[in-house]
């Protein structure tokens, strides 16, 4: 078995404009509205953390500012609550600054998911590295991207997580045609589709937004064209992998049946916001009981 290199960094993209959340997007990133109490984008990073990359990249673009702020101390509010003596407070004021290593790179213009991946090869050189998108909230009980480095560093390669959608909903995502490995979750990618037509995808395994990806990906996204939307695609050179193993070993995926929560669609983002408070010790038992009555009323 190939020996590969374990596993530290993580590629955030978050350079999007948000345009389906506005006018609430306008001033304020996409990543940046809240989940209960917390911004989107700090579970993100959580996730990240608790697989064991520390070392975090975050590809911005322009009005992005305060996903920096975030993930940085203020000393100010410190200071204030430090003052009050509100330390339960403080401790989540300053538990984001101390997730992680955090570093950023402006994309520039919003040009396609690969392009937002390659802007991070300065950074992650040539170790593998997992991208996570802030749009899909993967629930702490659930380690996904924890099985994902797993595969990885069996097989090598790239992974990809993959899930059973409706076959109605599948062109909304890349979709993956795939041979059994002998693991009921673990899978052999034999091809991908960049949010094929029902009646032409390959299977019903959409990609939702985990990758863990050789830095082979690199050399093939700078010789990819512009693909569907004119942007570049993650998905298409992910296909260059699978039709030649040589240039960066084989994909896999890791199809999940976890929990996991869209927040990049509004009905979803709500319908997360509702199960996550529901599930919340502090909040679910008064949000439970509100919510029945709530629905027995409108019934």
């Not at 590809?59 to 009050?84: M, V």
């Not at 409706?166 to 693991?183: D, K, R």
Request: some cysteine; glycine content about 10%.
């Amino acid at each position: 078995m190939t020996q590969t290199p374990s596993i530290t960094k993580a590629v955030i993209p978050a350079a999007g404009l948000g345009t389906r959340f506005l006018p609430a997007t306008k001033a304020t990133p996409k990543e940046m509205l809240p989940v209960v109490d917390k911004p989107a984008i700090q579970y993100v990073v959580e996730e990240a953390v608790a697989a064991g990359l520390s070392d975090v990249l975050m590809i911005t673009g322009r009005n992005k500012r305060p996903l920096e702020d975030h993930f940085d101390r203020n000393y100010e509010l410190e200071e204030a609550l430090t003052r009050k003596g509100d330390e339960e407070r403080l401790a989540k004021v300053q538990e984001s600054s101390d997730l992680a290593t955090m570093h950023y790179v402006r994309q520039g213009a919003p040009r396609g998911l690969g392009h937002a991946v390659l802007c991070a090869a300065p950074h992650v050189g040539e170790q593998p590295f997992a991208v996570l998108l802030g749009d899909d909230l993967i629930d702490p009980r659930d380690p996904l991207l924890a099985r994902m480095v797993e595969v990885r560093e069996r097989f090598g390669g790239s992974v990809v997580a993959l899930m059973e959608v409706e076959p109605s909903q599948i062109h909304l995502y890349g979709c993956a045609a795939v041979g059994p490995t002998g693991e009921s979750d673990v899978v052999k990618v034999t091809g991908l589709v960049e949010k094929p037509e029902p009646a032409e995808a390959p299977s019903n395994l959409a990609i939702i937004g985990r990758y863990v990806l050789d830095p082979a990906v690199f050399a093939i996204l700078r010789e990819t064209a512009p693909g569907r939307g004119g942007e570049i695609q993650l998905t298409d050179a992910l296909q260059k992998l699978v039709q030649d193993e040589q240039a960066g070993g084989p994909v896999h995926g890791v199809v999940f049946k976890g929990r996991r929560y869209d927040t990049g669609d509004r009905g979803d983002y709500l319908r997360a916001i509702v199960r996550l408070a529901c599930e919340r010790d502090d909040l679910g038992p008064d949000f439970r009981t509100w919510l029945r009555s709530y629905v027995s009323e409108e019934m």
